[in-house]
């Protein structure tokens, strides 16, 4: 029987060749976007999951409170982790790692700049999964001066893995003996280190100090269930441990800290949170956002439901042509079930046709998408383990989802209806497949809208006033490696054509420097109500001309003014902050060495307010930042204006190269910041193109509809032609019924796209609104895709020869 099925399924398919044909490049098409969208958020939600005690990792929390100032750190002190595993029974571990930022190794003759480098306590490979493939884990990072290599990385400077004894130079003169080679960190992992430094190795790691935060600290609990326990522990931990330095650093108890309104506390994050949910201060690496992975599940979805409709659509839209089918089967005795069995297997053989296709076409194109997207996605034994049973799953569910309602519809016409002619035919009569035909371009009028938004706001971020000039700024990253020839190398270079200034400091709007430890009062009385926490940097007399800062009150420094030295400028958010109409001439006490008291702090004359810039996520808002002068050599940054780019970029490397043997890193500003918003712009893309796909989708079984409903109305074209009725007015009247559900689709679809996207938006501080235009074009654009799908079948048979249409029937 089940033969028969097949068999009589396969010729039934053949038979109607081109409603098979859009039926299966319409399911493919949504079960191939499908797959790549999962694939991307089974991606997303895999980070740091291949840790085999990933439930138990928690990552350990610092938020601060002072005065009106908030600051929220993936950092915490750095006696934490050692403390915590001594003071709770149930922590079994703890490991702290230090971002060490930029640091040059030796290989050869060459110096190689390394941006993947961490100090690690010993603790790493008992708390992570990170398989050593040659030294001992136990033992790798216990000594100073011993560094554990990645895979890659060993063989990139080794050209092998067997290297534990080697030894290699570290910035100059730091010599580190290779103790182990691990497997390479997964690109799935919150943190990418190629090199692991031992702890021992960094002093301050020593340091006993409970009021600032500065490492990643991670906890491994013996059971999972514990994290609410410990959670609930830590306040009285950190008051216990940190009691006596808050009273002689701020001079006061921990108690009379908080009623102040202030306050100093610890929070858990769980390991595999860190990725989606986790944007605090000190992250170790870019995480992604779990909204993205709401957005795209839902895209998903909507587009295999747009797929099924498709399907239901035009298989009940043949019920005329299959009804006669029914009737005879029906006189000869064939039981219901036998009929919906039937139906149901060439549902299915589509959707396993179609499933095969969009396989095939999913892994061909996942190179494109992970180019697209910035992921390494890879087919693996793993992936084909879950794969190929979803891929059964996805035919038998789909497959029957998609053609129940077809299977029932048909399988209950009553042969005595069928026979007369009884039964309604085509589009007409169709309430539910007017339905789903709302429903499908509701979906792509949200889609469009979605898409439109999404753009808008991309195209903000990249035009928006970010209160500095990132254009022709060259950054030459790594100019602490000249040391106490930077300053020189600086003022040389701006005497070369093409350059016209340039500034020492590596604070840069772009960069990731930041320094937030500095607290300022407004007094001298010290009163945290009267305080800031702001952004502290140091920078030169060049560095607000050199970036095309704006100055609103004031004067910038001058190198010539020695009382500069005691001067700091401030942004608009600071002067905000601090209550200031006439910021100029103020004074700022800053307190030193953390101690919050009047012979323990240094008084600075703000000479100036800078307008606010952007230097951070435009998700965020911009928070006050006090600049003062002082040298720091973190980088060289330069405006150039010149028409030969190349050969002013030769005279700048010659200029290095006399300086030191390390390479020159560098970069453009302009390139940089765009960088940081790559994640925004891959979502924006992505977005755009499975948004195409939907209305694709949903144009092909507007496409088949409208095909058959030209079929089922030739009679009546004939005779209206016949009659005199032109093709204009035949067109219109083929597509108007098609125009009215379009219609209805985009009064549904658009309040509810508008409040979506108003939401996705609350998500930037810095942000467009949803203008009324967006909705028109939405709207438009989806009455226009469907005119011009239907009115191809439509003037096809207006065009038809009447005599042939009336001979026909």
């Not at 480098?117 to 708390?127: E, I, T």
């Not at 130079?169 to 031992?198: A, E, M, R, Y």
């Not at 429903?439 to 970010?466: A, C, D, P, R």
């Not at 940054?637 to 010659?654: E, G, W």
Request: include cysteine; charge should be positive.
């Amino acid at each position: 029987m089940f033969r028969n099925y097949i068999k009589t399924a396969f010729r039934s398919l053949l038979k109607n060749k081109g409603f098979t044909a859009i039926n299966i490049l319409g399911l493919a098409l949504g079960l191939g976007a499908c797959l790549l969208i999962v694939f991307y958020v089974a991606d997303e939600l895999s980070y740091d999951r291949y840790n085999t005690k990933s439930e138990r990792i928690f990552r350990v929390n610092a938020d601060l409170k002072l005065g009106e100032n908030r600051k929220d750190y993936a950092v915490v002190m750095p006696p934490l982790a050692k403390t915590i595993v001594a003071e709770f029974p149930y922590v079994e571990d703890a490991v702290r790692l230090k971002n060490a930022y930029t640091m040059h190794v030796k290989k050869g003759d060459l110096n190689m700049i390394e941006n993947k480098v961490a100090f690690a306590d010993p603790s790493l490979f008992n708390v992570f999964t990170l398989p050593m493939i040659n030294g001992d884990a136990k033992t790798a990072l216990a000594e100073p001066n011993s560094v554990v290599l990645t895979e890659s990385t060993a063989k990139r400077y080794f050209d092998k893995t067997d290297v534990v004894g080697k030894t290699m130079v570290i910035n100059d003169n730091q010599n580190f003996k290779v103790t182990g080679v691990i497997k390479d960190v997964p690109q799935n992992s919150h943190f990418n280190f190629d090199f692991f430094l031992s702890m021992s190795t960094w002093a301050d790691s020593r340091s006993n100090a409970w009021l600032r935060n500065d490492y990643s600290t991670y906890v491994l609990l013996k059971d999972a269930t514990d994290a609410k326990k410990l959670a609930g522990s830590l306040d009285g931990f950190l008051l216990k441990m940190s009691g006596d330095q808050m009273k002689s650093e701020i001079g006061m108890s921990y108690a009379d800290f908080e009623k102040s309104g202030s306050y100093f506390r610890l929070n858990l994050t769980s390991l595999t949170d860190i990725h989606l949910k986790s944007k605090r201060i000190g992250e170790l690496g870019v995480n992604g956002t779990v909204q993205y992975v709401y957005i795209f599940s839902a895209i998903a979805i909507f587009i295999l439901l747009i797929a099924c409709i498709n399907f239901m659509n035009l298989s009940t839209a043949r019920s005329s042509n299959r009804a006669r089918e029914v009737g005879v089967r029906k006189v000869l005795g064939s039981p219901r079930k036998y009929l919906i069995a039937q139906f149901l297997s060439e549902s299915i053989m589509i959707t396993f046709f179609a499933t095969v296709i969009a396989l095939v076409a999913a892994i061909a194109v996942l190179p494109l998408f992970n180019q697209l997207a910035g992921k390494d996605i890879a087919i693996t034994t793993a992936t084909l383990f879950w794969l190929i049973p979803v891929s059964v799953l996805i035919v038998l569910v789909v497959g029957s989802l998609a053609g129940s309602y077809p299977a029932f519809f048909l399988s209950a016409f009553q042969p005595i209806d069928v026979l007369k002619g009884k039964l309604s035919a085509g589009f007409k009569g169709g309430g539910l497949r007017s339905f789903l035909v709302v429903f499908q371009f509701g979906i792509s009028v949200f889609l469009i809208i979605g898409t439109l938004v999404i753009k808008n706001q991309l195209n903000y971020i990249q035009t928006i006033n970010l209160g500095f000039d990132r254009n022709q700024v060259l950054v030459i990253q790594n100019a602490y490696e000249l040391n106490q020839s930077t300053k020189t190398f600086k003022e040389e270079l701006k005497q070369l054509p093409g350059v016209t200034s340039a500034t020492m400091t590596g604070f840069l709007p772009v960069s990731v420097n930041r320094r937030s430890t500095s607290i300022y009062f407004k007094d001298a009385t010290l009163d945290q109500k009267k305080s800031i926490f702001p952004q502290s940097w140091e920078v030169d007399a060049d560095w607000i001309p050199t970036l095309g800062m704006k100055m609103v009150e004031g004067r910038n420094f001058s190198k010539d003014r020695l009382s500069d030295s005691g001067a700091v400028i401030i942004n608009e958010a600071a002067a905000e902050f601090l209550g200031y109409k006439n910021a100029f001439g103020q004074t700022l006490y800053n307190s030193l060495g953390g101690k919050v008291e009047l012979t323990n702090t240094k008084k600075y004359e703000v000479i100036g307010v800078m307008k606010d810039f952007h230097f951070s996520s435009l998700h965020e808002k911009i928070e006050p930042v006090i600049i003062r002068l002082a040298e720091n050599n973190g980088a060289v940054s330069l405006r150039v204006n010149t028409k030969d780019l190349p050969a002013l970029m030769s005279q700048i490397k010659s200029k290095w190269a006399t300086f030191s043997p390390v390479q020159m890193n560098f970069s453009f500003m302009d390139q940089d910041f765009d960088a940081s918003y790559r994640s925004e712009q891959q979502v924006g893309t992505i977005f755009i193109i499975f948004t195409t796909l939907a209305i694709i989708i949903a144009c092909l079984g507007l496409f088949g509809l409208a095909a058959y409903a030209a079929e089922q109305r030739t009679k009546e074209i004939g005779i209206r032609k016949v009659l005199g009725a032109d093709v204009s007015a035949i067109v219109a009247m083929l597509s108007k019924d098609f125009v009215k559900l379009v219609a209805i689709s985009i009064v549904v679809a658009s309040p509810l796209a508008w409040y979506c996207m108003n939401l996705w938006l609350q998500d930037f501080v810095y942000r467009i609104e949803v203008q009324w235009w967006v909705v028109a074009v939405a709207g438009l654009s989806a009455i226009v895709i469907a005119v011009a799908t239907v009115s191809f079948q439509s003037l096809k048979a207006a065009l038809a020869n009447p005599v042939d249409s009336l001979k026909n029937e």
